[in-house]
């Protein structure tokens, strides 16, 4: 969708008498009594956005599951010899560690230059690094092409729920954006299914890294017909359009004017605006404008310190990177990435097969968690499923400690008996918690941080969940060398309590609430009871 619509001043350059004047008027404008918790379902248009924005999900998830397969079918292909240990370590750390640097920056361009222009980006390097992957003879090459992958993948990570979010309407917006984690989980189903497909092939793994093309190039073309976000574009000044966007969103849905629920949205976006900018200007040192890359240097600056330095901006950064990491640190792609490993260490003869039965059901639960995440509400859906986490890995380290793992598959006793069943089945109720919950919950993480910071929070969010990641990535085969498997699940277990301890003293309920309203809820303190009680009530009412 091009925007004709030339760039009216922002806010920020009107004057500010001028500008006070018009916040007064807005507030009394503000239609209070349209707002979407009446709307009765979302129309063709947003479920589209949302499933060509998700094909960046799968391109995540494609791209982070298929690392193990490919390590093993290289085989000697690159640089004439197997590859070391080391170099197995440096070509599965380059995506984590390359996300973890990137995410940070794309934080600060998807606020420059545009949600869709990211993913645009994203697009691009996900199609670099497959080529360069599938056509590279090196180790130091695929590590390059890694390290691209990595890129893309910390791009679109963030961006991809935050262009969701800022799209969808509040009753759905949960679910809208579970979409993305079901393309992710789905993604690393399929990378299994690849994976195993092309192991028997010659090359084949050039293949499997090779196809990761496909989905970018597509979504590269359908972005071309997508718009950008109504709530970005009301802050470049571009409010025709964003009205526009609004239109197509809840043209369709039953139950409202959606003449008067597009106004009263872009009413309440620009109040929240004016209030962010008025805390700007109040805090901003009286000198000289700046000029070009000094201006934007200093607008990220302020970016920055609003976000640490507002109460509820900060405590939305603290609960949205206390959510990432410990969706990262409870140990889940350690199955991901070693799982295969494990099982033929416990002695199943297709260790490959078992594992997918991890990415399945964690695909198969991210569906469970998109029926029920706007109905149950994002707190209460991590209160109750961690403590199925909890049980699963403490039943995996009581297994474990019936087991004499060997060093390695050459010296295990072939004969199954009961407790590597009990193993696979601990681990698949763990991932069943974690799907509902942990897996998907702290991608909700942009409706916690009011526009004016939305994308660096999300952004600093998502750099958590990668730097946990890469931890996770390096010291899971250590732990299990020197803590035993059953000291590295009770660990995984202790960090699941640890969390749900701090879900539960510090999360507010967020669901069905509009994206303008959650910032209120951690204005003055963490909001838990208000919150938590105001979603009984809507719960009571619908
Ligand atoms: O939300 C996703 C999902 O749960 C994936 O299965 C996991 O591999 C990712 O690390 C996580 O961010």
């Not at 050459?410 to 407790?419: E, G």
């Not at 931890?471 to 277990?493: D, E, I, K």
């Not at 640890?498 to 510090?506: E, G, S």
Request: glycine share 10%; with cysteine.
């Amino acid at each position: 969708m091009a925007d004709t619509t030339a760039a009216e001043p922002l806010i920020a350059e009107v004057p500010r008498e001028e500008y006070l004047r018009y916040a007064d008027e807005l507030d009394g404008e503000v239609d209070e009594e349209v707002d979407e918790s009446k709307l009765v379902k979302p129309g063709r248009f947003i479920w589209g956005l949302t499933v060509c924005a998700g094909v960046s999900g799968l391109l995540f998830g494609y791209d982070t599951g298929v690392i193990s397969s490919t390590l093993v079918s290289i085989d000697s292909d690159l640089s004439a010899r197997p590859l070391t240990t080391l170099d197995k370590s440096l070509i599965t750390s380059a995506t984590s560690f390359f996300a973890l640097l990137v995410s940070p920056l794309t934080g600060v361009l998807a606020d420059a230059l545009g949600r869709k222009t990211v993913i645009l980006a994203a697009d691009i390097l996900f199609v670099l690094g497959a080529l360069w992957q599938a056509w590279t003879s090196s180790v130091a090459g695929m590590i390059a092409g890694r390290s691209v992958v990595g890129a893309a993948v910390g791009s679109a990570s963030f961006v991809v729920p935050l262009y969701i979010g800022e799209l969808s309407p509040g009753p759905w917006r949960g679910r809208m954006v579970t979409v993305s984690s079901l393309f992710i989980t789905g993604g690393q189903v399929v990378a299994y299914i690849i994976g195993w497909w092309f192991s028997t092939t010659v090359h084949g793994w050039r293949w499997i890294v090779g196809i990761g093309v496909l989905p970018a190039a597509v979504q590269f073309v359908m972005l071309f017909f997508m718009p950008e976000t109504p709530r970005w574009l009301v802050r470049a000044g571009k409010k025709e359009s964003a009205r526009r966007v609004l239109v197509s969103v809840y043209e369709g849905s039953e139950g409202v004017d959606v003449k008067r629920l597009v106004n009263s949205v872009l009413k309440r976006v620009e109040r929240e605006i004016l209030e962010e900018e008025e805390v700007v200007v109040r805090g901003r040192e009286v000198g000289p404008p700046k000029q070009g890359w000094s201006k934007r240097v200093e607008s990220v600056q302020e970016n920055f310190a609003q976000l640490v330095g507002v109460g509820g901006n900060r405590r939305a950064l603290i609960i949205a990177c206390m959510l990432q990491g410990v969706q990262q640190l409870c140990g889940f792609n350690s199955l991901m990435y070693f799982s295969a490993t494990i099982f033929s260490l416990v002695g199943f003869r297709s260790p490959t097969l078992t594992s997918l039965t991890i990415a399945l059901t964690n695909f198969l639960f991210t569906l469970v968690a998109f029926h029920a995440i706007d109905r149950i509400g994002r707190r209460r859906i991590l209160l109750l499923s961690i403590p199925v986490m909890v049980l699963g890995l403490l039943l995996c380290a009581f297994a474990f400690s019936f087991l004499d793992m060997p060093v390695d598959s050459s010296s295990l006793n072939p004969t199954l008996k009961i407790w590597p069943l009990v193993i696979v089945a601990a681990m698949t109720l763990y991932v069943a918690g974690y799907a509902i919950g942990l897996g998907n919950v702290p991608w909700q993480q942009s409706e916690l941080f009011p526009l004016s910071v939305r994308s660096l929070g999300s952004a600093l969010a998502t750099a958590t969940n990668w730097g946990s990641n890469t931890l996770v990535g390096l010291t899971f085969l250590p732990m299990m060398q020197f803590l035993s498997p059953t000291g590295t699940f009770v660990v995984y277990a202790g960090v699941c309590v640890t969390a749900w301890v701090c879900v539960r003293r510090i999360y507010p309920e967020t669901a069905g609430l509009g994206l303008e309203d959650v910032g209120e809820v951690l204005r003055v303190g963490w909001g838990v009871e208000e919150s938590v009680r105001r979603a009984r009530e809507r719960r009571r009412r619908s």
